[in-house]
């Protein structure tokens, strides 16, 4: 027993459709799998560039306060000028900017430093953002092709049993029509041999 043209054609277009489904599904499946492997990556830069700020803050706390004590050196200093003269005078006053002087790069340099990182952060949260944007919309997609996949799935399975097939019976099997067909045979067959 044959099925006819348009049910074997219906039935191919929909095992070529589960087929093409099931195909995109798993990528979509590696996909998702690997920006959840670049999220955790990038999650895990976005800690550590937030760690590497809270030390950079600390640091310049601390530079903060090394230039508040250089200040109230110098304030010392120069009131001890005043009881100082000649070359004595010009020497304090020339250490007392040096180490004023110094103080200020170090903290110049640890505010040029943190506020490096902190564009790092940004631009690193900025893309942290994206990626996870991307997740969400790939994750929808592949949400909606097991909908498509499972809905096909259950249209075959509706056809299926609309429209059974007639089991063909195997060679070695016979049915009750072909034995009565048989038995004539083997009487005539007994004929011969009496």
């Known amino acids: 027993v044959f099925s006819s043209p348009t049910r074997s054609h219906?039935?191919?277009?929909?095992?070529?459709?589960?087929?093409?489904l099931e195909v995109e599904l798993h990528r979509a499946q590696e996909a998702v799998d690997r920006m959840t492997r670049d999220l955790e990556t990038r999650a895990e830069e976005l800690?550590?560039?937030g760690e590497t700020i809270m030390d950079l803050t600390g640091k310049l706390s601390v530079k903060e306060v090394e230039l508040s004590g250089t200040k109230e050196e110098l304030e010392l200093a120069r009131a001890d000028l005043k009881d100082a003269g000649g070359l004595a005078k010009?020497?304090?006053?020339?250490?007392?900017?040096?180490?004023?002087?110094?103080?200020?790069a170090r903290k110049n340099a640890t505010l040029l430093q943190l506020a490096h990182t902190r564009i790092e952060?940004?631009?690193?949260?900025?893309?942290?953002?994206?990626a996870i944007q991307q997740k969400v919309e790939l994750s929808q997609q592949l949400d909606q092709w097991q909908m498509d996949m499972q809905a096909l799935l259950d249209e075959q399975m509706r056809r299926k049993l609309a429209n059974p097939e007639p089991e063909i019976p195997s060679s070695g099997q016979s049915t009750p029509a072909s034995a009565e067909r048989k038995r004539?045979?083997?009487?005539?067959?007994?004929?011969f041999q009496r």
Do not use: H, I, Y
């Open 90 to 104: 010009d020497e304090m006053v020339q250490k007392a900017f040096e180490v004023r002087d110094g103080a200020v």
């Open 184 to 191: 004539p045979s083997r009487r005539l067959f007994g004929l």
């Open 47 to 49: 800690k550590r560039r």
């Open 121 to 130: 952060l940004m631009q690193a949260n900025s893309q942290l953002m994206e």
């Open 10 to 20: 219906s039935s191919c277009t929909t095992l070529v459709s589960v087929t093409d």
